[in-house]
Structure formats: structure tokens, C-alpha cells
């Protein structure tokens, strides 16, 4: 009796205040976690579905990749397939779908907006430009391996 009455209310103190500061922190930390983990599956399914409608192929059998555009319907399921799968707190998201002719643009609203712009590329003066750079990369290395030379004799 004597040592429990020469105690002070520190115990009490620490319980009735401490451990619920900590216990919401953690709460705040795994909703953070949860939260950032929801905003980057739909900003992966926006990128994946903008992509989609400019990159869009199907595997054949052969193995051979067949180039094509789907239609807003078919982009919206795949969208929809992949938020469902990947979306932790299960709310449902409206994803919206704009088709124009030289950029697709796939967002969501909701709780979190997430929007992606993929822009269509003519493929003949991609690989133009990319051999440009090529020839232009090679030119300057030669012309530094010349200059190495010079310098070192």
C-alpha cells in the first residue's frame, strides 16, 4: 500500500495521452500509404490506357503483333478491368475517354484526378529523326577521338 501510494499519475498520464498521439499517427501513416498507393494505380491505368489507344495491338497466334485502334468502348472495359484490380479502397472511379485525332486523353474523377496525354507520332519521321541523331552521335565521337589523338601525341 505504501509504494502505490507514494506514486505519482505519471502511468495514467502516459496512457490517457501518449499511446493515442502514437496510435494516430500510425493510423495517419498506413491511410498515407494506402492513399498514395490508390493515386498511383490510377495514374498508372490513365498513362496505360492513353498509351493503349495510340499503341494499341493484339497478339496473334502466330506471334505476330496486328496494329489496332481500339474503339472508346473497348478502352473503357480494359480501363475499368485494370482500376478494379489495382484500387485498394474499392470506390468506384469515373473514367472519362476523349479520342481526339492526334491526342488521347484518359482521366479520372473522383476522390483523386489523375489525367494522361499521349500524343500520336507519324512512325516514318520517328525513326527519320532517331537515325539523324544516330549519324550526328557518330560524327561527334569520331571527332573527339581525333582530338584525343592530337592532344596525346
Same mark, same amino acid.
Request: glycine share 6%; aromatic share 14%.
Given at each position: 500500500m505504501k509504494?502505490?501510494?507514494?506514486?505519482?499519475?505519471?502511468?495514467?498520464?502516459?496512457?490517457?495521452? +501518449?499511446?493515442?498521439?502514437l496510435f494516430s499517427t500510425l493510423v495517419f501513416l498506413l491511410f498515407l500509404t494506402f492513399y498514395a498507393h490508390d493515386v498511383v494505380v490510377q495514374k498508372a491505368v490513365c498513362y496505360g490506357t492513353a498509351l493503349e489507344a495510340v499503341h494499341g495491338g493484339v497478339i496473334e497466334d502466330t506471334g505476330m503483333i496486328r496494329c489496332v485502334r481500339p474503339s472508346r468502348e473497348e478502352l473503357f472495359t480494359y480501363a475499368q478491368k485494370r482500376l478494379l484490380a489495382g484500387?485498394?479502397?474499392?470506390?468506384?472511379r469515373k473514367i472519362s475517354i476523349n479520342l481526339k485525332?492526334?491526342?488521347? /486523353? /484518359?482521366y479520372i474523377k473522383g476522390? +483523386?484526378?489523375?489525367?494522361a496525354v499521349c500524343e500520336e507520332r507519324n512512325t516514318a519521321d520517328f525513326v527519320r529523326n532517331i537515325r539523324r541523331i544516330q549519324t550526328v552521335k557518330e560524327k561527334v565521337k569520331e571527332e573527339l577521338v581525333q582530338a584525343k589523338g592530337e592532344h596525346g601525341k
Open positions: 509504494i502505490w501510494g507514494r506514486w505519482k499519475a505519471s502511468y495514467t498520464i502516459e496512457a490517457a495521452l +501518449v499511446f493515442p498521439i484500387i485498394i479502397d474499392g470506390k468506384e485525332e492526334k491526342e488521347k /486523353v /484518359v476522390q +483523386v484526378y489523375a489525367e
